[in-house]
């Protein structure tokens, strides 16, 4: 096998009507479309050529993207789906180890401001002294930054671009838990709603990307950051949502913007139920407060500061519903 590197993002646009043609599987058009990938007497594996998935309902409800479903059907390793996509759809390979340069929009998928190395700091809360040092060291391109002191730039990565894009990562999950709500009041599967799939499918896209600039910018100073590329596969990320594999941050604060705050950090697990009557749909835009979805578990996090008016739209939203039931 080959040493060769593939753009992810290209090899995961190709149809996968295309992918089932080139695998010699046969479609069925009844009801949706559907292929055997096993010995059995009706197709039970579902094709989404709107989303570029599949799920095989015969078999654990198994799925995911095109290269998933190469390593399925051939029991090959995600590498050999890989070099067998790229041979069959002539894609070509790139050499890794080579230095790319990110223009100047690219910067600004991964949320650096590239013109000026200053436009990513943040230097009012410090003294006047030490702004007119920052302002003579830092007045520069990110370019010549990095070429002057790519420990420093390092550093702007690990400060503005990681956090940027795994704020990106959050909000694609958000609108995957959105959905998945609004499929569990219209009593419906999700997978029955194209247009959520085609949309979820698009912020994935815009995570790819992001995470693959992010990546080429770090080169080889990823293994010094802490920052683990996620496999973006939007039916997998469903159940993992729905499992609790994967959290959703909901709050009005990320974990790491309450940490910030430097105060105790108070805990709290509720239901989805009990997040969604009293913290969501109760009076709390001003609140500081985060949260994450654990299946059907919410757990909050807030500092001892935000105690009395949390506790208090609790124990009031509680209160209410006793008085309704009575």
């Known amino acids: 096998m080959s040493n060769n590197f593939y753009s992810l993002n290209e090899i995961k646009q190709i149809p996968i009507i295309d992918v089932i043609n080139v695998l010699g599987l046969e479609i069925q058009n009844k009801n949706g479309l559907w292929v055997k990938v096993r010995n059995e007497k009706t197709a039970s594996c579902k094709i989404y050529d709107s989303t570029n998935t599949y799920c095989d309902f015969g078999n654990g409800n198994k799925g995911g993207d095109i290269i998933s479903l190469v390593e399925y059907v051939k029991e090959c390793s995600n590498k050999e789906a890989i070099e067998f996509l790229a041979k069959e759809f002539m894609i070509n390979s790139?050499?890794?180890?080579?230095?790319?340069?990110?223009?100047?929009?690219?910067?600004?998928?991964?949320?650096?401001?590239?013109?000026?190395?200053?436009?990513?700091?943040?230097?009012?809360?410090?003294?006047?002294?030490?702004?007119?040092?920052?302002?003579?060291?830092?007045?520069?391109?990110?370019?010549?930054?990095?070429?002057?002191?790519?420990?420093?730039?390092?550093?702007?990565?690990?400060c503005r671009a990681i956090p940027f894009v795994l704020d990106l990562r959050h909000m694609y999950y958000f609108q995957i838990y959105c959905a998945m709500r609004m499929a569990t009041i219209l009593g419906i599967d999700i997978l029955t709603l194209p247009e959520e799939l085609v949309s979820i499918k698009e912020e994935s896209e815009k995570c790819i990307e992001a995470e693959a600039l992010l990546i080429k910018a770090l080169g080889n100073s990823i293994n010094e950051v802490n920052f683990k590329p996620h496999k973006y596969d939007v039916i997998q990320d469903i159940m993992d949502i729905r499992t609790g594999k994967i959290n959703v941050e909901v709050g009005n604060l990320t974990y790491s913007e309450l940490k910030e705050k430097g105060e105790p950090i108070i805990y709290k697990k509720i239901s989805i139920e009990d997040y969604t009557h009293k913290m969501y749909a109760g009076n709390t835009s001003d609140f500081k407060f985060a949260a994450f979805v654990q299946g059907s578990k919410v757990n909050l996090a807030y500092t001892e500061s935000e105690v009395h008016k949390i506790e208090t739209v609790l124990s009031e939203q509680q209160a209410f519903n006793q008085t309704k039931t009575l």
């Open 94 to 158: 790139f050499d890794q180890s080579k230095e790319f340069e990110l223009t100047e929009n690219q910067f600004k998928k991964i949320g650096i401001e590239s013109s000026n190395v200053l436009n990513n700091m943040n230097i009012e809360n410090v003294s006047l002294k030490t702004q007119f040092k920052i302002l003579e060291q830092f007045n520069m391109s990110v370019s010549k930054f990095k070429e002057q002191n790519n420990k420093a730039f390092l550093n702007l990565l690990k």
